[in-house]
């Protein structure tokens, strides 16, 4: 299927690696003008300029790294369609009573702060190109309370509460914004989250990864091209009436404790 994104406009937060860069390499191959952003300036330069995808280096918990990125936007891409906030940092797996304020801020601040500096900068390039789509990064640790890992799980039910907000506030707009809550992805992520879950609940990485596969109906783990997949569809002009969901790329989530 043409899912008619050649020649959009696509910032997406984060995608020097993991989902991210799923997800550029996905509108890559469909035909979309892809920027990236991301801390992370080694990856960045682990980057081949042969993929298609440029790339600057930019916090999106800075609301000033946001305002250069945006000048960046401007001058790479001159305007935009599509945003996709995929950036989102995993926070402390603890007891609330062992989270610190620096833990909270950092965590909140990626995944929240940094959702709300790209969408308010970026509405009004969408609103100057006669529309387009916003894509925040969920979880299922938005849609289920997820014990141990309060400042993520909090921020990201405040992910779905801002897109339902910028989905009344925008669809008038013809913009329209989504969230995607994806279960646990085989990356990198997972990994370094369940050594932490492991080494802090006392038992084997091993025994988490066994849990995992039995936390929904599917019982696999899904992909990082499954997540982009769906994503690349909300932003194609079949699915511009979809707006103000949270949708889950999860297999059918049945248990969140491991
Ligand atoms: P990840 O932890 O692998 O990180 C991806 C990239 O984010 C890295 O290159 C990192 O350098 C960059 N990054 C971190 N902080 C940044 C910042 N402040 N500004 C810019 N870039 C920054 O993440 P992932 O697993 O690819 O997850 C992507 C999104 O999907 C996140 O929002 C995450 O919460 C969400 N998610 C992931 C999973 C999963 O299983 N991996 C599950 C549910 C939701």
């Not at 790339?55 to 790294?65: G, H, L, P």
Request: hydrophobic residues 45%.
């Amino acid at each position: 299927m043409d899912l008619g994104l050649s020649e959009k406009r696509v910032l997406i937060t984060a995608g020097a690696s993991g989902i991210g860069w799923a997800i550029a390499r996905q509108f890559v191959a469909e035909g979309a003008q892809v920027l990236v952003c991301d801390i992370d300036a080694e990856a960045i330069a682990r980057i081949d300029p042969g993929t298609g995808v440029m790339a600057i280096r930019a916090d999106v918990s800075n609301s000033e790294s946001v305002d250069y990125m945006f000048q960046e936007v401007q001058r790479r891409l001159g305007g935009l369609d599509v945003l996709v906030n995929n950036a989102g940092t995993s926070g402390p797996a603890r007891p609330v009573e062992s989270v610190s304020d620096d833990e909270w801020r950092a965590t909140i601040g990626v995944n929240l702060d940094g959702a709300f500096y790209c969408a308010r900068s970026a509405v009004p390039l969408l609103k100057e190109a006669g529309g387009g789509t916003v894509i925040n990064l969920s979880s299922v640790a938005g849609l289920f309370p997820f014990a141990w890992r309060s400042p993520y799980s909090t921020a990201k039910y405040g992910v779905i509460g801002l897109t339902e907000v910028l989905a009344r506030e925008l669809g008038k707009h013809n913009i329209n914004v989504n969230a995607i809550c994806p279960g646990n992805v085989d990356s990198p992520r997972m990994e370094r989250v369940f050594a932490m879950n492991a080494q802090s609940r006392g038992i084997s990485v091993e025994e988490i990864s066994a849990a995992v596969r039995n936390q929904n109906s599917m019982q696999r783990w899904v992909s990082v091209d499954e997540v982009a997949s769906v994503i690349a569809y909300l932003c194609s002009p079949q699915a511009r009436i979809i707006s103000g969901q949270s949708i889950a790329v999860d297999g059918h989530t049945i248990a969140t404790e491991y």
